[in-house]
């Protein structure tokens, strides 16, 4: 059974686009019913309730805009989504539909952008969720009607009154999302559940917490960010806003040991190096060669980068050992998300970096280095402020016979004269 049955109101005077919307609409297996005119709507939206309303602009006896506003004064609908259509792009038009509370509008004329929305739209109302939920609400009437709406879409729910209960089983038990009101029967609160789970080591301590609460204040929301939730919602709820966001948590929750997963293997392939989960020279040896010969029979320029952290022998002797890891694991976390996919960062070895960039010329690559170094300069590492010299290589020439080996030995050249020029500087091989 799907989650939520998706009720469709489509307002639309021309025969073709009322067709062609209501087929669309069928072909979700959502329940549709058509109106051609305002008046219409109107009427049968007196006593009934729509999660989605389609209205042309162009209405016999007014417009979309003016439709919308009032459709939207109806209690029931004011968490429906109303979608405009309309052939216009005036500008001043579609501001003033958005203001009267349209959700989005799309253009009659490219109907296939919508067909995309809607696609995705029923696939996440319908989605199959698989995984086990720990539900926590002392009103019992609250959680029978949450722990249906959540089993709809797949979930298994394990329910309980209190906080003691549920951490119980939640220490016992593995669950992919944790959903708790705040106000609960027993001593505990809502808030130290969440304190005690976070508190977790392990992958446990991390498992997505949604919280639920009956006070929406700004200052209860920045404490339950702060204790670590990782969504909310607050009373009363609506089923649909509460299973997408569930539904996201645990879509991330799982894309997370994806990767985890995947970082695994690639570390068991002895690829990763240990202490920054950068790809190690192994890696390098297996991985530049071929991306290089890629880039050169695809005719793509590229660059290479050699990074060196200066002075970094200081950090270990002044500070220790421990602190000098700490700078090599968060320059690490910098570089990884710093460059466009395609890219590479290794760790070379102690606190040398090299960096591929794929489609990328040596000026290109001289402007984006020159911004690292200043992030450097700008921001301490780990509490300790360090700078970088940088030496880059690259290859714009396809019928040259430069290879990775050329290309690295050039880096390597020229970040030695960066160090030689007084270091923190970024500096290009002259090829
Ligand atoms: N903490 C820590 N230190 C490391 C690691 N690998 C290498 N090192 C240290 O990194 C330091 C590198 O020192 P040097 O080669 O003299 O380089 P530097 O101090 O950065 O000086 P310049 O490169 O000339 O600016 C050495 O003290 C190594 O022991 C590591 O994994 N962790």
Not at 153 to 178: K, R, S
Not at 179 to 207: E, F, H
Not at 411 to 430: F, I, M
Request: proline residues 2%; glycine residues 6%; aromatic residues 8%.
């Amino acid at each position: 059974m799907p989650a939520i049955k998706i009720n469709v109101l489509i307002v639309e005077n021309t025969k073709l686009f009322r067709e062609m919307l209501t087929e669309l609409m069928q072909s979700h297996h959502s329940d549709t019913v058509t109106c051609s005119s305002g008046a219409a709507a109107i009427e049968t939206t007196k006593h009934r309730n729509f999660n989605l309303i389609c209205i042309a602009y162009h209405l016999p006896d007014m417009t979309g805009d003016v439709l919308c506003q009032q459709l939207r004064s109806k209690p029931q609908l004011k968490n429906s989504r109303i979608i405009l259509f309309t052939c216009e792009d005036n500008v001043e038009l579609l501001k003033g539909a958005l203001l009267a509370g349209a959700t989005d509008i799309y253009n009659k004329n490219d109907f296939a952008q919508f067909q995309t929305y809607i696609e995705r739209y029923a696939n996440l109302v319908k989605s199959n969720l698989v995984g086990q939920a720990l539900l926590i609400e002392d009103s019992p009437s609250q959680l029978k009607w949450l722990k249906m709406h959540l089993e709809c879409t797949g979930l298994d729910v394990d329910t309980f009154l209190t906080a003691e209960a549920a951490l119980d089983a939640f220490l016992e038990n593995q669950y992919d999302i944790v959903i708790t009101d705040m106000v609960l029967a027993g001593k505990m609160s809502g808030l130290n559940l969440v304190r005690n789970i976070r508190r977790l080591p392990s992958d446990k301590g991390l498992t997505p917490i949604f919280a639920i609460t009956a006070y929406d204040e700004i200052s209860r929301r920045i404490e339950l960010f702060q204790v670590g939730v990782s969504d909310y919602m607050a009373k009363p709820l609506n089923p649909e806003e509460l299973l997408f966001r569930v539904s996201n948590l645990i879509k991330q929750r799982q894309l997370y040991y994806e990767l985890a997963n995947e970082r695994k293997v690639l570390r068991e392939m002895t690829l990763l190096d240990p202490l920054t989960n950068l790809y190690n020279r192994m890696a390098l040896n297996q991985l530049l060669p071929k991306a290089i010969a890629n880039a050169k029979r695809d005719k793509t320029a590229v660059s290479l980068v050699l990074m060196d952290l200066d002075f970094f022998k200081r950090i270990n002797d002044d500070y220790g050992h421990d602190q000098g890891d700490q700078v090599l694991i968060e320059t690490s976390n910098w570089l990884r998300n710093a460059f466009r996919q395609g890219d590479l960062v290794f760790r070379w070895g102690g606190e040398e970096f090299v960096i591929f960039l794929n489609k990328c010329t040596l000026a290109e690559a001289k402007v984006l280095m020159e911004k690292q170094r200043e992030r450097f300069e700008r921001h301490r590492v780990a509490g300790h402020a360090i700078t970088a010299s940088f030496g880059i290589s690259g290859f714009e020439d396809f019928n040259a016979e430069t290879g990775y080996g050329e290309l690295f030995k050039q880096a390597d050249k020229a970040v030695y004269k960066a160090k030689q020029s007084g270091r923190n500087c970024v500096v290009c091989a002259e090829g």
